[in-house]
């Protein structure tokens, strides 16, 4: 929030402690402009994937979710729902 743009190769992991599809939504408010959002279960299996827009109130998957990727909307074309992910931890 209150971010002015986000680059189109950065995302942002969220993860919660169990699948909950009211824990994994999102609201849009403060936002300057619209993002990818992709929802994954606990295997990081693509459960729903949308267009955010910048101001809109709320935001959940169709099921309970784990994960929730936000990105660039340049990258929503890239995951589709039954997608399978491959998430690596750097430190």
């Known amino acids: 929030m209150f971010c002015r743009s986000i680059s189109d190769n950065f995302g942002l992991l969220l993860a919660d402690s169990t699948e ?11 936002m300057n402009f ?11 299996q ?15 998957p169709i099921r309970a979710a784990k994960y ?3 990105t660039d909307v ?6 589709h729902a039954s997608d ?5 931890y750097v430190d």
């Open 20 to 30: 909950s599809r009211i824990n994994s939504a999102i609201h849009m408010f403060f």
């Open 74 to 79: 340049k990258n929503f074309s890239y995951f």
């Open 84 to 88: 399978q992910l491959k998430v690596i």
């Open 46 to 60: 693509v459960i729903d994937v949308k267009i955010a827009k910048k101001g809109h109130a709320y935001y959940a």
């Open 34 to 44: 619209d993002i990818a959002v992709i929802w994954m279960d606990r295997n990081f």
């Open 68 to 70: 929730t990727l936000e």
